[in-house]
């Protein structure tokens, strides 16, 4: 038996979404009964406004920027619309209900009221285009037959409306006030809440119904119209304009799916960041932030990321407060401080663009994790996979990052430590090679380099590793070096090779075949090289005296 206390109205009774519904048959389609007095229990009257002079959309540009400046012309009227109509209650989108009062969607106004007819069922289903002098800005009426049963089964918005259990929730005319830009949309918007489907496929205009179905909380139709526009063409315009909606409507689950289209396109096109960087340079935070939340960021170190992010938070936040408040709250969490260098992270502590306290912690989270044993490493990384900053997960960087231990006494000395991935050496055949972020050693830089060569008398591939020091002029630096492996089964350091270089500007010193052993032999599944699929190395340096 029924329960008899069941709300005819609860929005619980909704009909399913077509995406989460096992299928879309069973969406009842109402469409016969669109605007239809036969099949309608109320008048809803629509009091459309004059839009600002010059108003018109043709691209998504024109859609962007118009959307802006009504949004601004509302904002500045706002007092107006609620006033307008002193004798009428007024009933505001969150005026609805009191515990709902924090709707954010408060770009454009929605104005309801519910109100007895002037006229009889004769007053409905026309199109009144003359002016209303009680409203200078009213410049149409439209009047249309609808179903309560139906819109509030389809939106929150509405549910609230016809059961507030408020005397003008059981009247017969509700009015909606909105500006001649939105007539087509939330006509769209209307037409789709009866037959679930939208006569529209442009871009723009899919843009106005997915704001109308957002404002009258109609996420079946912002569903549909995220998913029709994830089926256009996507460019760096589309993109940028996708995640630079109002913030309820980026918040808004049901676009969430769009939004991450958007990202993912920007990151890809984007993703050698060196090449498009002074395209780069020109996008809004929005874009910029998608790019530097990339797995795929193909970059030299995290270095460069973080000298980036100061270039282009000075050159579009060129007020001091408002840049430190870019980077904590936004751009310096799409900084992965865990793979800069030690002596760019030395830096970071003395820039004033960041907030101390913020990049205190940041830097000293991030020496612990260099600290750290690479297994310890890859488990904050596997936990940190899910969360939305990612600052333990490593990018694809050209140079690789090493750890660095360095000594003053008794003779300057460093203790570079580099990890490569079997896949990542699997990569290297038949001649690749792969190359470390830089270290310093009294005042210069060096870096390793790893190949996949042949060995002297060229009769099999093999693993080499070299040593090399950054052209700098023509100094003479002469250095003591000792290349080391861990090696199983004690998994401790076993040492390969020792020598000694006098280095200029530019040269590089190594062994071909570090482990004397041919390329199969050295990335099999059962070589003692690598421990948990990674094969960790170790380069002491020490200056002659």
């Known amino acids: 038996m029924k329960d008899q206390n069941l709300d005819l109205f609860d929005p619980r009774m909704a009909v399913m979404d077509p995406e989460s519904s096992p299928s879309r048959a069973r969406d009842p389609d109402f469409g016969f009964a669109f605007n239809d007095s036969n099949f309608s229990d109320r008048l809803l009257r629509i009091e459309i406004m004059a839009d600002p002079e010059g108003f018109h959309c043709q691209s998504l540009a024109d859609w962007a920027r118009n959307r802006k400046r009504r949004r601004d012309d509302i904002n500045k009227d706002m007092t107006l619309d609620i006033t307008a109509c002193p004798e009428e209650q007024i009933i505001s989108c969150n005026q609805i209900d009191t515990e709902d009062a924090e709707n954010e969607n408060q770009d454009e106004s929605v104005v309801a009221m519910i109100e007895e007819p002037h006229s009889g069922d004769e007053a409905a289903n026309t199109d009144d285009c003359s002016w209303n002098f009680d409203s200078p800005r009213v410049v149409k009426v439209k009047t249309l037959h609808i179903s309560s049963p139906i819109l509030a089964a389809r939106s929150p918005f509405f549910y609230k409306l016809f059961s507030n ?35 529209t496929d442009t871009a723009p205009a899919l843009l106005d119904v997915l704001m109308a179905a957002d404002k009258f909380e109609v996420a079946s139709c912002m569903r549909y119209c995220s998913r029709q526009l994830r089926n256009l063409p996507m460019n760096p315009e589309s993109a940028l304009l996708y995640l630079e909606l109002p913030s309820s409507v980026l918040m808004a689950e049901a676009v969430q799916p769009l939004t991450d289209a958007a990202e993912q396109f920007l990151a890809a096109r984007y993703k050698d960041i060196t090449k498009f960087q002074d395209e780069v340079m020109k996008l809004p935070l929005a874009g910029v932030e998608a790019i530097l939340s990339s797995d795929d960021l193909q970059v030299a170190s995290e270095d460069a990321v973080y000298d980036f992010v100061l270039k282009w938070t000075r050159a579009h936040y060129p007020q001091f407060e408002e840049r430190r408040e870019i980077l904590g709250s936004r751009l310096g ?127 099999f591939h093999c693993f080499g590793l070299f040593l090399g020091m950054q052209e700098k002029g023509s100094v003479t630096f002469a250095v003591d070096y000792e290349f080391a492996a861990r090696t199983k089964p004690v998994e401790e350091y076993v040492s390969k090779y020792k020598g000694n270089y006098t280095f200029t500007g530019g040269k590089a010193v190594g062994y071909r075949n570090l482990f004397a052993i041919p390329w199969p032999s050295f990335i099999a599944e059962d070589s003692p090289y690598f421990i948990n699929g990674m094969l960790h190395l170790r380069a002491e340096l020490t200056i002659r005296n």
Not at 355 to 383: G, I, M, T, W
Not at 392 to 397: D, L, P, T
């Open 165 to 199: 259990g408020m005397r003008e929730s059981e009247q017969r005319q509700v009015t909606l006030r909105i500006n001649a830009s939105e007539e087509a949309a939330l006509m769209e918007l209307l037409n789709f809440m009866y037959s679930n489907t939208l006569t």
């Open 333 to 459: 969490r799409c900084i992965r401080f865990p793979f800069m260098s030690c002596r760019k992270l030395r830096k970071v502590l003395a820039c004033n663009d960041f907030d101390q306290e913020f990049v205190s912690k940041l830097v000293l989270e991030a020496l612990f994790y260099k600290a750290e044993a690479p297994h310890r490493q890859r488990s904050q990384a596997a936990e940190e996979s899910s969360s939305p900053s990612r600052r333990f997960v490593e990018r694809a960087y050209k140079y690789r990052p090493v750890k660095v231990v360095d000594f003053e006494f008794p003779r300057q000395q460093c203790v570079v430590y580099l990890d490569l991935k079997q896949e990542e050496c699997a990569n290297l055949f038949p001649s690749g090679r792969v190359y470390s972020q830089a270290f310093h050693l009294g005042g210069q830089g060096f870096f390793l380099s790893a190949h996949c060569n042949m060995d002297q008398q060229s009769s």
